[in-house]
């Protein structure tokens, strides 16, 4: 048996190293506002609204997301749920867009559209999942955001 030499065994444990860093897991994503808020489809029994999620990613690397399962609440009133299976690339340490389209009970806004038009500020709370990864290996990590959020009807 040939003796390992030193160099080669430095060398295997900076490759090594290298190889366990590069597969921690990522830090979850950070909820930072919505934009572009936009009314698709508008009914007596449901609707269709557009917007953009924006979040930060605080990893040092860039990362995929495949799909979103979300729950969306107004002031504690359940406005709808939005899925989107489609992969969007995530910058790394950067803010960035998903885009979703969202199904809305108007019941629920006909109960509470009058608190909605008198305040600027509303509660806006996100639950769900998102399935993010990198290489094509992809994992579930769960959302959950509640905060104040400027908010106008007109």
């Known amino acids: 048996m040939k003796p390992v030499s030193l160099l ?3 060398a295997t444990g900076i490759i090594l190293s290298m190889i366990i860093l590069s597969c921690s897991t990522p830090k979850a994503l950070e909820y930072r506002d919505f934009k572009n808020f936009k ?7 449901s609707s269709y609204v557009k ?8 990893n040092s690397y860039g990362l995929q997301l495949k799909r ?3 729950d969306i609440y107004i002031n504690d009133v359940y406005m709808g749920r939005t899925s ?6 995530i910058p790394r340490n950067d803010t960035f867009s998903i885009p979703l389209r969202m ?7 006909f109960k509470n559209g009058l608190n909605l ?3 600027n500020e509303v509660m806006v709370k996100v639950t769900g999942t998102v399935k993010i990864g990198k290489a094509n290996v992809f994992m579930g990590f769960p ?5 104040k959020q400027a908010f106008t009807m007109f």
Do not use: C, H
Request: glycine share 4%.
């Open 84 to 89: 989107q299976e489609y992969q969007v690339n």
């Open 8 to 10: 080669t065994a430095f």
């Open 143 to 147: 959302v959950r955001y509640e905060g």
């Open 68 to 70: 979103t399962d979300l």
């Open 103 to 109: 199904e809305v009970d108007m019941r629920n806004i």
């Open 51 to 58: 917007m953009d999620m924006v979040y930060y990613n605080p």
């Open 39 to 45: 009314i698709e489809t508008l009914g007596f029994a």
């Open 117 to 119: 038009m008198l305040k």
